[in-house]
């Protein structure tokens, strides 16, 4: 099973930017789609953004549309979330996931519950 780790999370001021990296263990990785999560205290685990196999489809929460971008590098077995224009309410535990094909329907991608091989997640903080 593919192991992911993610890492660039942080402290940030409103409006500031990070840009946020998953790597996976296994080359097979480039074979499915890739999602982002994140999880404040207290609450449920919602979707962020996913993308597929290729990069060549993105999806994006309306939360962050226009603010954030997905990307991938698969020569890598990197996944990127790039944030932009952050804000108090982005602030999260980010995790990246493994869909279980190469693409899915919108309703299918916001599920955790289709999702595997979660990383352990990295903290991000907007706040001044």
């Known amino acids: 099973q593919v192991q992911l780790v993610e890492s660039g999370g942080g402290l940030v001021q409103p409006g500031g930017s990070l840009r946020l990296s998953c790597v996976a263990s296994r080359r097979t990785f480039s074979d499915y789609a890739v999602g982002w999560f994140r999880q404040a205290p207290g609450k449920e685990r919602d979707f962020v953004a996913a993308?597929?196999?290729?990069?060549?489809?993105?999806y994006y929460a309306d939360s962050v549309k226009g603010r954030f971008t997905i990307f991938r590098d698969n020569a890598k077995n990197t996944v990127y979330l790039q944030m932009n224009s952050l804000k108090p309410e982005d602030t999260a535990v980010y995790y990246c996931a493994v869909y279980r094909s190469a693409w899915g329907t919108n309703e299918d991608l916001r599920g955790p519950a289709n999702f595997g091989s979660w990383g352990q997640g990295t903290q991000v903080t907007v706040s001044s």
């Open positions: 993308i597929s196999w290729s990069g060549g489809s993105t």
